[in-house]
């Protein structure tokens, strides 16, 4: 079961399905130390409670159109919990037997979804903005490609959003999700739109403006619409 609110709440598949590179997931509490700003956003939109809808009778109405049991506890359905949650099935990421006190940094479709685990890449993120600051210059990108950070958003968001036969994403795969545009048009999922949508309510965190302390390939091609329209953060 995937995709209940109406453009989907997860990402996580990408990396619940193999493609974490073996790195470590952290967690969002990592992350907000250094990226408070995006943290407070994030927390507002729909993949922040991305699990929620897995939990008995809500949603319900839209359950029983995709011919689900309003009143089953999906929090525990591996087929899922991996669109639901983050870096399901890797070192460190969720599992069904994750404490309800650590469902705030996995049972979310996090920073480290669209990311990727961050347990190395992070400790270069530090370590890069150091030499920057006293003046040794930027750092390639590729070394954090290397470290397992991911800057492929596109197929990040279509591994849950398209995974259902005939959405003509190549990675679609068994569990193919429930909720697609045949059964509603409003689980139409299109990347070029919904990654400039941000902020409460939408699936992606207000943008703020970035140091340039990395150079170089892979750089996003949405990046640049979304530095123009950038906050300064606070």
């Known amino acids: ?14 990396f619940g399905r193999g493609l974490a590179r073996g790195q470590d997931f952290e967690g969002v509490s990592v992350c907000r130390k250094c990226h408070i700003d995006q943290a407070e956003s994030w927390a507002q939109t729909s993949h922040a409670k991305a699990f929620e ?17 309003p009143n089953k506890d999906y929090t525990a359905d591996a087929a899922c919990v991996g669109c639901h949650t983050t870096g399901f099935g890797n070192p460190g990421g969720f599992s069904v037997s994750t404490p309800a006190s650590e469902h705030k940094n996995f049972a979310v479709v996090g920073c480290e979804s669209c990311h990727g685990a961050g347990a190395k890449f992070r400790v270069e993120h530090g370590n890069a903005e150091e030499r920057w600051k006293t ?3 930027e750092t390639a990108r590729e070394t954090l490609v290397k470290l397992g950070q991911n800057f492929d958003y596109k ?18 795969h068994p569990p193919f999700k429930v909720f697609t545009p045949a059964l509603d048009p409003k ?3 299109d990347y070029d739109k919904e990654v400039l949508r941000s902020g409460p309510g939408t699936g992606v965190h ?13 750089v996003p091609a949405i990046r640049g619409q979304l530095q123009a329209d950038a906050k300064d953060p606070d």
Do not use: R, W
């Open 135 to 137: 003046g040794k210059g």
């Open 187 to 189: 689980y139409a999922f």
């Open 206 to 218: 207000e943008h703020f403006k970035l140091k340039n302390v990395f150079i170089g390939e892979p």
């Open 155 to 172: 197929t990040a968001c279509a591994t849950c959003h398209l995974n259902y036969e005939g959405s003509g994403f190549a990675g679609a």
């Open 1 to 14: 079961m995937k995709n209940i609110l109406p453009i989907g709440v997860a990402l996580a598949i990408l």
């Open 53 to 69: 809808s897995l939990k008995p009778k809500v949603k319900a109405d839209a359950k029983q159109k995709g011919k689900l049991d």
